[in-house]
C-alpha cells in the first residue's frame, strides 16, 4: 500500500523541468473582411475585429499586403491597453486586380510575445 501511495505522489510532483507557460495567450477574430471576399476599388473596406486576452493587450498592427508580398500596402500601429479589444478601421485601396491579405498584430506583453491572424480579400 505505501508503495502505491509513493508511487501516485510521484506521478503528481512537479519536476524542474516541467517548466509552466505563462505567457499571455490571446484569441482574434476577423468579422470584416471575410475570408474570400471581393471589393470593388473604389470601396472603402472596413476593418472589423475583436480581440481578447488572457492579460493586458499593448497595442496592434493592422497591416494590409499582396497576398504574394511582404511590403505593406497599408500600416497602422494602435496603442491600445486592454484585455479587450473591439478594431473598428477603414481602408480605401487605390488598387485594383489584385489579392491581399489583411494581418492583425496583437503586443500581449513587453517581452515579445504577440498574436496574430490573417485573412485574404481580393480587390477588384
Known amino acids: 500500500m505505501a508503495f502505491i501511495i509513493t508511487i501516485s505522489i510521484a506521478a503528481c510532483t512537479k519536476r524542474a523541468s516541467d517548466i509552466e ?7 482574434i477574430q ?7 471576399a471581393i471589393f470593388n476599388s473604389n470601396d472603402s473596406i472596413s476593418i472589423q475585429a ?7 493587450i499593448h497595442g496592434y498592427d493592422i ?3 499582396r497576398a504574394e508580398d511582404t511590403a505593406k ?10 484585455d479587450t479589444l473591439a478594431i473598428n ?10 489579392s491581399l491579405q489583411l494581418e492583425l ?9 504577440t ?3 490573417k485573412v485574404n480579400f481580393r480587390v477588384q
Open 21 to 27: 507557460d505563462t505567457s499571455p495567450k490571446a484569441t
Open 30 to 36: 476577423i468579422l470584416q473582411p471575410t475570408a474570400g
Open 50 to 56: 475583436t480581440a481578447v486576452s488572457t492579460a493586458t
Open 63 to 65: 497591416i494590409i499586403r
Open 73 to 82: 500596402l497599408y500600416f497602422k500601429h494602435i496603442h491600445d491597453h486592454n
Open 89 to 98: 478601421h477603414k481602408w480605401k485601396p487605390a488598387i485594383s486586380n489584385t
Open 105 to 113: 498584430v496583437l503586443y500581449l506583453d513587453h517581452d515579445g510575445n
Open 115 to 117: 498574436g496574430n491572424k
